[in-house]
């Protein structure tokens, strides 16, 4: 999505070999027009798919699986990273270990909001090592949902995860691919 790539050129900033900072508009400061550009985008392309529920993870992915949700006029449900006061029992949960931070976290989500009648589209902000992705999926399948696709803002096409997620079946839409980071810039995949 050219709009993305040229907002990642101009304010993202590449950080040692694998790493970029987005925190100009997505994971800090946060460019709701912007937003809204990638929510109608993924809305679009996964339009006909009879999507009932758009699923993240905690923190970064909750924006554009807002307003992913907002322009499919579905709810939108995030998995916890932390234990709720307010949430301890029917819950599904998955295990994610993140090599970028070298941290595992359980993630869970309440089975009120998850059923066997769901067609999820799964939101992240990014795609690395497919491992969230993989822990949202893990939990659709103890609720018996279909996952109708997967869509990620920022695809880091170096790393693993879209090949991990692609080896599970998974449509995977991603609107920024980047090939790789050469002395400090950002290159894109040609499609
Ligand atoms: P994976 O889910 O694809 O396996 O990714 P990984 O575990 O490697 O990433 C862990 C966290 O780091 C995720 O955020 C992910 O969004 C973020 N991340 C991975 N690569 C980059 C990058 O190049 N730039 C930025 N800005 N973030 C990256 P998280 O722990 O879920 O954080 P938050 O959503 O709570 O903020």
């Given at each position: ?169 998974m449509d995977v839409y991603s609107l920024a691919r980047i090939q790789a980071f050469s ?9």
């Amino acid at each position: 999505m050219k709009l993305l790539e040229d907002r990642i050129l101009r304010d993202g900033v590449v950080l040692g070999d694998d790493v970029l900072k987005v925190d100009n508009f997505l994971n800090h400061q946060i460019d709701p027009v912007l937003m809204q550009e990638l929510g109608n985008e993924f809305a679009r392309y996964f339009a006909g798919k009879n999507i009932t529920k758009v699923l993240t993870v905690e923190t970064s992915g909750i924006v554009p699986a807002v307003f992913t949700g907002l322009a499919l006029g579905v709810p939108v449900v995030f998995a916890r990273k932390q234990k709720s006061l307010t949430m301890k029992d029917n819950l599904y949960s998955a295990t994610v270990y993140s090599f970028t931070k070298d941290v595992t976290n359980e993630i869970t989500i309440s089975k009120q909001y998850l059923g066997k009648d769901d067609k999820v589209l799964i939101i992240d902000d990014f795609l690395a090592n497919g491992q969230a992705t993989n822990g949202l999926m893990e939990i659709c399948k103890q609720a018996g949902a279909e996952i109708a696709g997967v869509g990620i803002v920022i695809e880091k096409s170096f790393q693993k995860g879209r090949k991990i997620l692609e080896e599970q079946g998974m449509d995977v839409y991603s609107l920024a691919r980047i090939q790789a980071f050469s002395e400090g810039t950002v290159q894109f995949v040609q499609e």
